[in-house]
């Protein structure tokens, strides 16, 4: 069973609106250790490379890449260990293939971390 499973992708015309969601599952997120958890969008694109789209932490301090800032909102349910990425105005730059990212930084050692298969987004006429 797959840690992370995004979905949510598809096609749109540039203006349109696509909501993403991702589903955390396994004993790593089990009980209310989630909300502790930094959940990330991330996308890939063939010209940026992979590049961060957003993400939330604990209390709910969110964080945006520049080119997203105003139309993109990221947000979670703790109780149904989900995190959504509503996508408004979205334009022909904002193709590529999303992934879901949980990370959990710990006191000693090195963060834990877990990706999701990713969810294709395409904007097009």
């Known amino acids: 069973q797959m840690p992370l499973v995004e979905s949510g992708g598809g096609l749109v015309q540039p203006g349109g609106s696509l909501r993403l969601s991702c589903v955390a599952s396994?004993?790593?997120?089990?009980?209310?250790?989630?909300?502790?958890?930094?959940m990330s969008w991330y996308r890939q694109t063939p010209d940026n490379g992979r590049e961060l789209v957003a993400d939330i932490r604990s209390g709910g301090v969110k964080n945006y890449g520049g080119s997203v800032k105003g139309r993109f909102t990221i947000s979670k349910d703790d109780v149904k260990k989900t995190v959504y990425l509503q996508m408004n105005d979205l334009e022909p730059g904002d193709t590529g293939v999303y992934y879901c990212?949980?990370?959990?930084?710990?006191?000693?050692?090195?963060?834990?971390?877990?990706w999701g298969q990713g969810t294709q987004v395409t904007v097009s006429s």
């Open positions: 396994g004993s790593m997120f089990s009980g209310s250790s989630f909300s502790f958890y930094i």
């Open positions: 990212n949980a990370k959990l930084v710990l006191p000693v050692g090195s963060p834990r971390e877990w």
